[in-house]
């Protein structure tokens, strides 16, 4: 991979942390606990519960997104950036574009049946 190469991904994963780290915030607001005493009707109540819960895991998966691509900006400068970690064979730059947190090639990724 090229050092420009390199750079495009570490300006990705900057611009990808700003994004998510806005989400965060966001479904942290929506994930707050409803008051008992909100004057709600009972299939309203039940909705909300029920949208919470679903913000709760989204908010969930994008602090797991988060800490991978803190994790990722780290490893960025160094060797073993973009080195499939089964088979050690180069993840392809427009894979790393998209996701750039990715530690398997797309062939080690399928056999793996993730």
Known sequence: MTKIQKKQIKDK???DISS???EISQLQEKTKP???DCSLGRLTRLEMIGEQQVNEH???EAEIKLNKL???IQKVDKDGYGICAECEEEI???RLMILPESSHCIACLSELGN
């Open 70 to 72: 803190k994790y990722a």
């Open 13 to 15: 994963i900057i611009e």
């Open 34 to 36: 409803i008051t008992p």
């Open 92 to 94: 392809i730059f427009g």
């Open 20 to 22: 998510i780290e806005n």
């Open 58 to 60: 989204a908010l969930h």
